[in-house]
């Protein structure tokens, strides 16, 4: 028994430096919060930056013609496609499946002409699809009379507002062009500059008559659930075989999202791998320290019969004991701050590419939380291998002697 006693007594030998294990705790609690706001903030940022161009240009899925220049259906609206879509999806009640007709042509407002591209929508469907594209001024179409909505940027060149009266013009299917004039009676933004600069959106029937053209570009489909767009696309896909169409989901479509995406990933790598860095160190300067300490300890544990993997497994269960308490301390903090972020908010600037802020945020997850605790943890470990592997070797004689 007291051969026992005397181990745990020498296994619990680092705690006469309280100060040291506070500090070694302290720094992977701050690590492991590190950790997990640099991921949630890329997480949150992410997530809004997906879901305001889902909602702004792309939807979860999109039906296409199989042809490049192709039409979907005869009818204003999709005809057959567009119902055997509605039906499929009638166990989403969430689900919105919306006709678009895209088109490009010249806008003059006065003396200035300049390019644009536009989109026929249903006003009726746009309130649920696009909640991204944000009003600036004025309202949105109703579907009575030639109603247009001008992008931002695309105002501001022909030097347009709302309530003035600009014609469109535009090359017809077949050869030849055709013309409308159209009132201006909203502006709006979304989360991509370019597209402002260029793009107005008018009803699908307006759309219809300048164009001289039935049918439709697309139909769009908005989902309760972005994460089961994948799964909804490939169902899709085995209904509408044979009806000359394809079915592409939103990630497929968002090639600028999918390098954003790509390249915070690597910048949120290069950042963990700082952050880790900086605990390895820290761990690893506080078990090499302990082990030049405990050297009398060290030698008393082999001369009671100890084994070299048992003197080894001592200081690696240090490290591991320190990595586990600072990392759920972390953890408990991190989420809290996260939360607290989360509901006040963060004013970010316009990213390249923008021309509005946004509000920022912290997500926190289990996964996040628990990728943070478990890296944290194993750093700590690892940390501790060479001390502990030098420790293991050290003689026992000149170990009793130490400090003498």
């Not at 972005?226 to 968002?254: F, H, N, Y």
């Not at 999918?258 to 700082?274: A, C, G, I, W």
Request: hydrophobic fraction near 50%; charge should be positive.
């Amino acid at each position: 028994m007291d051969r026992y006693l005397t181990r745990l007594r020498m296994a619990l030998a680092f705690l006469r430096e309280p100060q040291r294990v506070l500090m070694v705790c302290l720094t992977v609690a701050l690590g492991t919060i590190a950790l997990i706001l640099a991921d949630g903030f890329i997480d949150r940022t992410m997530f809004v930056f997906r879901e305001d161009i889902i909602r702004a240009h792309f939807a979860h899925i999109q039906v296409l013609p199989a042809e490049a220049d192709g039409r979907i259906g005869t009818e204003a609206r999709g005809g057959d496609t567009r119902s055997l879509l509605e039906r499929e999806l009638a166990s989403d009640p969430g689900a919105v499946v919306a006709a678009r007709l895209s088109f490009a042509g010249l806008v003059s407002f006065g003396e200035r002409t300049v390019g644009f591209v536009g989109e026929g929508v249903e006003p009726d469907k746009e309130v649920a699809l696009s909640k991204a594209v944000r009003l600036s001024s004025g309202s949105q179409i109703t579907g009575s009379g030639n109603e247009v909505l001008l992008g931002e940027g695309l105002a501001r060149s022909i030097g347009a507002s709302v309530g003035d009266r600009i014609t469109l013009l535009t090359n017809v299917r077949g050869g030849g062009v055709n013309a409308i004039e159209a009132v201006v009676v909203g502006l709006f933004h979304t989360a991509t500059k370019a597209y402002d600069d260029r793009a107005l959106r008018l009803s699908i029937a307006a759309a219809q008559q300048l164009t001289r053209s039935s049918g439709v570009s697309r139909l769009m489909i908005l989902l309760s659930d972005t994460d089961a767009a994948a799964a909804t696309a490939l169902r899709l896909r085995e209904v509408l075989t044979g009806e000359g169409v394809q079915v592409k989901v939103w990630s497929e479509l968002a090639d600028f999202y999918n390098k954003t995406v790509d390249l915070f990933s690597r910048q949120l790598s290069f950042v963990r791998t700082v952050i880790l860095a900086i605990v390895l160190l820290a761990a690893s300067n506080a078990m090499a320290r302990n082990v030049l300490e405990q050297q009398r300890e060290i030698g008393t544990m082999m001369a009671l019969g100890a084994r070299r993997a048992t003197v080894a497994g001592k200081f690696v269960a240090e490290a591991l004991a320190m990595g586990v308490v600072g990392g759920l301390v972390g953890v408990v903090v991190g989420g809290a701050i996260a939360r607290a972020v989360t509901w006040i908010g963060i004013p970010m600037p316009p990213p390249p590419g923008n021309a509005h802020g946004f509000v920022g945020g912290v997500s926190f997850s289990l996964a996040t939380a628990s990728l943070a605790f478990l890296s944290i943890v194993a750093i700590c470990v690892i940390a501790a291998l060479l001390p502990a592997l030098r420790a293991s070797r050290a003689n026992i004689v000149d170990a009793l002697r130490a400090d003498r």
